[in-house]
């Protein structure tokens, strides 16, 4: 089977690029893969060692927009998101609007070119130009998959899909098949949409390290700092509070983006950069897991946390704000603690319980067997093959 995924990069640090790159792998030894990137060319560095691998790069821009076109769509386009009715013909005229008829004919003639089977559209917005363009493609299936929760598309402070929420049910309609992370996620779509989606969970994306060093005295946050949506500076403002109690543990933070200055300036401010130390991305992350002694995950919103499957395969007890994924995962589990997402105070207390609860040894224990029993990437290699039947 020909088999396609159509991603923004796959050569840039994330949790989505680390899982496709896992997935396109796995199915490369029994299937013919190709992932079409849009990233700049083949200079980059392979993050994920695709070449090394049977999967195939194909790197495609979308044509400029001429100025007629952008200024001829562009009205329509903001009338549809604050004005206009929310229906399926004025979704089929934003979805032209907004993806114009020359990209839509580039897109469609490379993908046809090369007579897939399957194509895949990883996240939202590459899945909705795949729905515009689907009676024209020639594969047998076009499937999207969805990388974010359904709160992040809709309903957070600042969504992903401000304002399209029904462009997004009518378009998304059109495709075969709709792949998302989390049941949770599933019965929302179904309930407020009508959409039906398959639930597939992301694999491990790394092979473990050493099992974490319990005696260390050190939390580990991992992602990337992006706006509000890691919660790192609620992490940091608690420990803040956590450190005028206890003056051992220490917290490291890996990560890279636009606000890690922001987030620096606030350890700073609290005279806490001797006991808070960020460390920026590597290849070598088993390193921070495995001289960990607890995870904390202080996301707003997630889709599905891979960071999370990675501190349970180093055997890292968690720390997780109630997030509706964890909940699904995790809820029960005696190595997990939950608190009120975006609370400070009680991410503060759990962080002073758990530093001083002497069965750390044995939620590290749990947590590392409970990894074993969803870390299995030949069963979830079935289940994407099931969709592509």
């Known amino acids: 089977m020909k088999i396609c995924f159509f991603c923004d990069s796959i ?24 992932i079409i990137t849009m990233d700049d ?27 007629l076109s952008y200024y001829t769509h562009k009205p329509y386009s903001w009338l549809y998101k604050k004005y206009l009715p929310k229906n399926k013909i004025t979704s ?62 809709f309903e957070n402070e600042h969504p992903y899909l401000e304002d399209l929420k029904m462009h997004f049910m009518y378009q998304m309609k059109k495709l075969d098949h709709t792949i998302v992370l989390t049941h949770t996620d599933a019965d929302l779509f ?38 509000l949506h890691k919660g790192f500076d609620i992490l940091i403002k608690a420990f803040a509070l956590f450190a005028r109690q206890n003056k051992e543990w220490r917290l490291n933070i890996v990560g890279d983006g636009p606000e890690k200055e922001s987030f620096q300036k606030l350890i700073d401010d609290n005279e806490l950069s001797d006991r808070i130390i960020i460390y920026p991305f590597t290849k070598d992350i088993q390193k921070y897991y495995s001289s960990a002694s607890v995870f904390v995950l202080s996301s707003r919103w997630e889709g599905f946390p891979l960071v999370i499957m990675e501190a349970l395969a180093h055997g890292l007890p ?22 009120k997402s975006k609370n400070i105070i009680e991410l503060s207390k759990s962080m002073l319980t758990i530093s001083e609860n002497s069965n750390i040894n044995e939620y590290s224990e749990k947590a590392y067997l409970f990894s074993m029993s969803y870390n299995n990437i030949n069963a979830i290699r079935q289940y994407w093959e099931k969709t592509f039947c």
């Open 190 to 227: 179904q309930k407020n949409l009508g959409l039906e989606t398959t639930v597939i969970y992301n694999p491990l994306t790394l092979e473990p390290g050493r099992r974490c060093d319990i005696n260390s005295k050190t939390f580990l946050a991992v992602g990337r700092m992006s706006p």
């Open 11 to 34: 050569y840039s640090y994330g949790g989505v690029q680390r899982v496709l790159a896992v997935i396109a792998k796995e199915l490369s030894k029994s299937h013919d893969v190709y």
């Open 318 to 339: 968690i720390i997780t704000s109630d997030i509706p994924i964890c909940r699904e995962f995790l809820e029960n589990m005696d190595f997990c603690t939950f608190f």
């Open 92 to 153: 089929d005229l934003y979805a032209h609007s907004s993806f114009p008829r020359l990209q839509r004919k580039q897109l469609k003639y490379t993908l046809n070119s090369y007579h897939f089977d399957v194509i895949i559209g990883v996240h939202a917005f590459l899945s909705i130009k795949l729905a515009t363009i689907r009676k024209s493609l020639h594969a047998k299936k076009v499937i999207g998959w969805m990388h974010n929760s359904y709160q992040a598309f």
């Open 41 to 67: 060319d083949c200079s980059h560095e392979d993050i994920y060692n695709l070449r090394e691998s049977k999967v195939r790069i194909i790197y495609f821009k979308f044509r400029p927009v001429t100025k």
